[in-house]
């Protein structure tokens, strides 16, 4: 009797156990559920992707072997918008382009690149000028995408496949 009596209260025990691990499984679910979805909407503020910086659309997958490197010519000082502490502030430093040597309007742009380092430096300042020093240190991927963006569009073309630049603010 007393076995009985001990395999009900276990079973008892059992079916409490299992109620209460539903019960916990449903609310942290939708905890997490709602964890997820704030993160997702911080993110989205942000400018990130939960599994790392996001993939542009403009960029391509193109080889090294497939690369040419132009160097913008001379060191680049470019204003800032000012800041909330009201003083000036200026970026210093180089601006580079990755060609794709494989792209058809590379022959007609390839030998003139150099002539238009003006155009180039142009963009460069428009798009740098619009950011404070703390905008430009915080969002390097996103100033570089729209000077991408912009080049792409004043040659009419997709042979500048990627902006890469080293500047230091003050």
Request: hydrophobic share 45%.
């Amino acid at each position: 009797m007393k076995r009985n009596l001990l395999s009900i209260i276990i079973l008892a025990l059992l079916v409490v156990n299992i109620v209460l691990s539903a019960i916990m499984m449903v609310s942290v679910s939708s905890a997490s559920k709602k964890t997820a979805s704030l993160v997702a909407d911080i993110s989205a503020l942000v400018g990130i992707e939960i599994n790392g910086l996001p993939e542009s659309d403009l960029t391509t997958n193109v080889s090294m072997a497939d690369t040419a490197v132009h160097n913008v010519e001379g060191e680049l000082t470019i204003p800032l918008k000012k800041g909330e502490d009201g003083a000036d502030h200026y970026a210093v430093g180089s601006v580079s382009l990755s060609l794709d040597t494989k792209n058809k309007d590379y022959k007609n742009y390839s030998e003139t690149m150099s002539e238009m380092d003006g155009i180039i430096k142009d963009i460069v300042f428009a798009v740098m000028g619009n950011y404070t020093v703390d905008e430009a240190r915080s969002s390097s991927e996103a100033i570089k995408a729209e000077i991408l963006t912009q080049l792409q569009q004043r040659f009419d073309s997709t042979f500048i496949y990627s902006v890469s630049y080293n500047f230091l603010y003050n």
